[in-house]
């Protein structure tokens, strides 16, 4: 059965991650950058012939036109940037009122990436007129989203649980199945931001493991947090200044990161949510193989929708299931390998095979944290889902990456009002 297929899946990266973290940041630069001067990193890719036939079908299913805003969300180093800037500029058309935004998470991916840009100014004079950002932001949807709509929920309407699966770090299915069985009114006044009281402590700890007490007290803390009703007792101690209730001044000092927290990890995110970029923002919306790399990436998908403009495209890619990559290097390396070079050149194809080798490996680990849990690649029915699920229609998939195909591309539209 598919459901419980996915099911366990899911308990079972929840398990790997429990007890591990992961330093984004730190993997995601040295991914992107590489772990030295010498190397490339990522624009080590463009080399690839598969690589850049992936690009021209990302590029050409995008079909991005002068006059339009243009999004290229998790950007990395720019190599989809570079290419749809490109397209705009190669047509030679007036390219005014055209706006070109990319976002990451890395700063130093961010510089390559708008250098890029400024490079391809230079041979394309006309590509000065548009209007360019380039924005380092945390594409992972806010980990306090969720807990924020039920706070906000009318009072007759009950909070349930289950719309917090899949939303929390160290909220586990498991545990919200187990905690199904505490009493409605009990848990929405839980998860609403109810202080608890001695009372319904002692009914709690009766009726549930230490663990799960736990787990509510971290869900009514983070709740409280978006009311601004949390005292210093509820920061970790190294963050607290005296004691009592928080004054609205302290308040603004405070992140989800300083609450003191058993079992959830809620990020580092302000009560008002993270920063975004502006509804209905741009016409057309690029995610380049980075889908998977997000905890809600469903979360995602929605955010992306908002941000379009009516009539608006989206563009997402991952890597398929199961994939495997390294034919596309192994050939690369053949290919290398095989050429006749003068002496001059003979460093540089060292180099390159070198360069290859080292990117094969990153690569080889990234897959690795995909089997571990980390990260997650969808196949066709996942992505299909997603996208139905945040409103999009006229959906299409294409395969693209190499032969066999490696890669999973889907479009889709924002419906007109």
């Given at each position: 059965?598919?459901?419980?297929?996915?099911?366990?899946?899911?308990?079972?990266?929840?398990?790997?991650?429990?007890?591990?973290?992961?330093?984004?940041?730190?993997?995601?630069?040295?991914?992107?950058?590489?772990?030295?001067?010498?190397?490339?990193?990522?624009?080590?890719?463009?080399?690839?012939?598969?690589?850049?036939?992936?690009?021209?079908?990302?590029?050409?299913?995008?079909?991005?036109?002068?006059?339009?805003?243009?999004?290229?969300?998790?950007?990395?180093?720019?190599?989809?940037?570079?290419?749809?800037?490109?397209?705009?500029?190669?047509?030679?058309?007036?390219?005014?009122?055209?706006?070109?935004?990319?976002?990451?998470?890395?700063?130093?991916?961010?510089?390559?990436?708008?250098?890029?840009?400024?490079?391809?100014?230079?041979?394309?004079?006309?590509?000065?007129?548009?209007?360019?950002?380039?924005?380092?932001?945390?594409?992972?949807?806010?980990?306090?989203?969720?807990?924020?709509?039920?706070?906000?929920?009318?009072?007759?309407?009950?909070?349930?649980?289950?719309?917090?699966?899949?939303?929390?770090?160290?909220?586990?299915?498991?545990?919200?199945?187990?905690?199904?069985?505490?009493?409605?009114?009990?848990?929405?006044?839980?998860?609403?931001?109810?202080?608890?009281?001695?009372?319904?402590?002692?009914?709690?700890?009766?009726?549930?493991?230490?663990?799960?007490?736990l787990v509510l007290t971290d869900l009514n803390r983070a709740a409280r947090f978006?009311?601004?009703?949390?005292?210093?007792?509820?920061?970790?101690?190294?963050?607290?200044?005296?004691?009592?209730?928080?004054?609205?001044?302290?308040?603004?000092?405070?992140?989800?990161?300083?609450?003191?927290?058993?079992?959830?990890?809620?990020?580092?995110?302000?009560?008002?949510?993270?920063?975004?970029?502006?509804?209905?923002?741009?016409?057309?919306?690029?995610?380049?193989?980075?889908?998977?790399?997000?905890?809600?990436?469903?979360?995602?998908?929605?955010?992306?929708?908002?941000?379009?403009?009516?009539?608006?495209?989206?563009?997402?890619?991952?890597?398929?299931?199961?994939?495997?990559?390294?034919?596309?290097?192994?050939?690369?390396?053949?290919?290398?390998?095989?050429?006749?070079?003068?002496?001059?050149?003979?460093?540089?194809?060292?180099?390159?095979?070198?360069?290859?080798?080292?990117?094969?490996?990153?690569?080889?680990?990234?897959?690795?944290?995909?089997e571990d849990g980390w990260f997650r690649f969808f196949d066709e029915h996942e992505?299909?889902?997603?996208?139905?699920?945040?409103?999009?229609?006229?959906?299409?998939?294409?395969?693209?990456?190499?032969?066999?195909?490696?890669?999973?591309?889907?479009?889709?539209?924002?419906?007109?009002?």
């Amino acid at each position: 059965d598919r459901t419980e297929l996915l099911d366990l899946l899911t308990r079972e990266r929840e398990r790997v991650m429990e007890n591990e973290e992961l330093d984004a940041r730190r993997y995601w630069k040295g991914y992107l950058i590489g772990e030295s001067e010498e190397e490339e990193g990522y624009d080590f890719y463009r080399k690839l012939t598969d690589f850049k036939e992936f690009l021209d079908d990302e590029v050409s299913l995008l079909n991005p036109e002068p006059g339009e805003s243009i999004a290229d969300l998790g950007c990395g180093t720019g190599l989809v940037s570079e290419a749809i800037l490109s397209s705009l500029a190669v047509n030679g058309t007036d390219l005014r009122g055209t706006r070109f935004t990319a976002v990451d998470l890395i700063d130093e991916a961010l510089v390559k990436a708008e250098k890029k840009y400024q490079k391809l100014c230079t041979s394309y004079p006309e590509l000065k007129v548009v209007k360019d950002s380039w924005i380092s932001m945390d594409l992972e949807p806010d980990a306090l989203a969720g807990l924020r709509n039920i706070v906000k929920q009318p009072e007759d309407i009950p909070a349930v649980i289950t719309d917090l699966r899949e939303r929390i770090k160290g909220l586990q299915s498991e545990t919200i199945h187990r905690l199904e069985s505490i009493p409605k009114t009990m848990m929405s006044d839980i998860l609403k931001g109810n202080r608890i009281g001695i009372e319904m402590q002692k009914e709690l700890d009766s009726n549930t493991s230490a663990g799960d007490s736990l787990v509510l007290t971290d869900l009514n803390r983070a709740a409280r947090f978006i009311l601004g009703d949390i005292d210093e007792e509820d920061l970790k101690p190294s963050r607290r200044r005296g004691s009592g209730r928080l004054s609205s001044n302290r308040l603004v000092q405070v992140r989800s990161s300083d609450l003191l927290l058993a079992a959830m990890n809620l990020g580092d995110w302000s009560r008002e949510g993270k920063p975004s970029l502006d509804d209905s923002s741009f016409d057309v919306i690029c995610g380049s193989l980075f889908l998977s790399y997000l905890f809600v990436p469903g979360e995602a998908v929605k955010e992306f929708f908002r941000m379009l403009k009516p009539d608006g495209r989206l563009l997402i890619s991952t890597m398929k299931p199961d994939s495997d990559i390294s034919g596309i290097f192994t050939r690369y390396i053949q290919e290398q390998s095989s050429m006749d070079t003068g002496s001059d050149l003979k460093e540089r194809k060292e180099d390159n095979l070198r360069e290859a080798r080292s990117m094969l490996n990153e690569a080889a680990a990234l897959f690795t944290l995909e089997e571990d849990g980390w990260f997650r690649f969808f196949d066709e029915h996942e992505l299909i889902t997603m996208m139905r699920n945040a409103g999009f229609t006229n959906i299409r998939v294409t395969e693209s990456l190499g032969k066999p195909a490696q890669a999973l591309i889907i479009t889709g539209r924002k419906k007109k009002v």
